[in-house]
């Protein structure tokens, strides 16, 4: 055996070491999730903590060095956190797949994993209503502006206990696309639980207003009270009532001050508010 040779021999069984360390984590890891959820109540709902895993991916990748991308550091994490999540609970996913070939299957299971069971609905009323029903634990639908995405965020209005909130946006790492190239996929994760504030977030408001109020306007007077509109992503209108989706930069809650001042000091204008969730703002490569 020649001196190449028998360093390459050392630095495979190096390797093998290093794969062995990490099947121990990776074994470890699950036992301690086992142990998390045997600590839990029988009825404490979905084991999903959208910003809880939100908040794993930005540490790791915060003190990520050398040459292994990040891409593929989160595409890891993600299968283990999608795997561990079904060991603690039953859990299961609904997808809007408006036309063949859209891309939401591949967006879907490139988040939750390939062990997740997966149905897939052609429009996003069917997810939501699978979400509210408790027959799937998750919904992924498409981004209202985009196609199979219009309306379900009416749906999410109503104050009652059962409805699902925004929890979630994918993909949690945007990367750059290339020129010539069309935008990258997106879309909203649904689940019956309210999204948690991870310090770094976005939050979705429904504003109903008098009739004829422009975006912009809608914008201005958002502004006046300290809600900073990153964009106000659909507008529906029925007669008298008109609604609009207000994408909002930060955790807002259903409480917060600013909203009750958008409500009174524009009265004239804004006749309520309603936050239908929020999100972990996605992560640039």
Same mark, same amino acid.
């Given at each position: 055996?020649?001196d190449?040779?028998?360093s390459?021999?050392?630095?495979r069984?190096?390797?093998?070491?290093?794969?062995? /360390?990490?099947?121990?984590? #990776?074994m470890e +890891? &699950?036992?301690l999730?086992?142990?998390?959820?045997?600590?839990k109540a029988?009825?404490? *709902?979905?084991? $999903?903590?959208?910003? +809880?895993?939100?908040?794993?991916l930005?540490?790791?990748?915060?003190?990520?060095?050398?040459?292994?991308?990040?891409?593929?550091l989160?595409?890891?994490?993600r299968?283990?956190?999608?795997?561990l999540? !079904?060991?603690?609970?039953?859990?299961?996913?609904?997808?809007?797949?408006?036309?063949? *070939? =859209?891309?939401?299957?591949?967006?879907?299971?490139d988040?939750f994993?390939v062990? @997740?069971?997966? @149905?897939?609905?052609?429009?996003?009323?069917?997810?939501?209503?699978?979400?509210?029903?408790?027959r #799937?634990?998750?919904?992924?639908?498409?981004?209202?502006?985009?196609?199979? *995405?219009?309306?379900?965020? $009416?749906?999410?209005?109503?104050?009652?206990?059962?409805?699902?909130r925004?929890? *979630?946006?994918l993909?949690?790492?945007?990367?750059?696309?290339?020129?010539g190239h069309?935008?990258?996929l997106?879309?909203?994760? $649904?689940?019956?639980?309210?999204?948690?504030? &991870?310090?770094?977030?976005? &939050?979705l #408001?429904?504003?109903e %207003?008098?009739?004829? #109020?422009?975006?912009? /306007?809608?914008?201005?007077?958002?502004?006046?009270?300290?809600?900073?509109?990153?964009?106000?992503?659909?507008?529906?209108?029925?007669?008298?009532?008109?609604?609009?989706?207000?994408?909002?930069?930060?955790?807002v809650?259903?409480?917060? =001050?600013?909203?009750i001042?958008?409500?009174?000091?524009?009265?004239? @204008?804004?006749?309520? %508010?309603?936050?239908i969730? !929020?999100?972990?703002?996605?992560?640039p490569?």
């Open positions: 055996m020649t190449d040779s028998a390459l021999d050392q630095l069984r190096q390797i093998d070491a290093i794969d062995d /360390r990490l099947h121990d984590l #990776v +890891r &699950t036992a999730v086992g142990r998390i959820a045997a600590a029988p009825g404490d *709902g979905i084991a $999903l903590r959208p910003g +809880r895993e939100a908040q794993i930005r540490r790791l990748l915060d003190r990520h060095r050398g040459a292994f991308p990040r891409p593929a989160v595409r890891i994490w299968e283990i956190m999608g795997a999540v !079904g060991l603690q609970r039953p859990f299961s996913v609904a997808v809007a797949q408006p036309e063949r *070939g =859209a891309g939401y299957i591949e967006l879907t299971r988040h994993g062990v @997740t069971p997966l @149905t897939v609905h052609p429009a996003s009323g069917p997810v939501v209503r699978d979400v509210a029903n408790g #799937v634990s998750v919904g992924v639908v498409p981004p209202p502006q985009a196609p199979g *995405g219009a309306d379900w965020w $009416l749906a999410l209005v109503p104050d009652v206990d059962n409805m699902p925004v929890v *979630g946006h993909p949690m790492l945007l990367q750059e696309t290339p020129p069309p935008d990258p997106h879309a909203f994760v $649904l689940a019956r639980r309210e999204p948690e504030d &991870t310090g770094h977030d976005r &939050t #408001v429904v504003v %207003t008098v009739p004829d #109020v422009s975006r912009d /306007r809608l914008r201005s007077l958002q502004s006046g009270v300290g809600l900073d509109c990153l964009s106000v992503l659909a507008s529906h209108h029925d007669g008298a009532t008109w609604l609009h989706l207000s994408e909002i930069r930060g955790f809650a259903q409480n917060d =001050a600013r909203l001042a958008l409500s009174v000091g524009y009265a004239d @204008t804004i006749r309520k %508010t309603r936050v969730g !929020g999100y972990a703002e996605p992560m490569v």
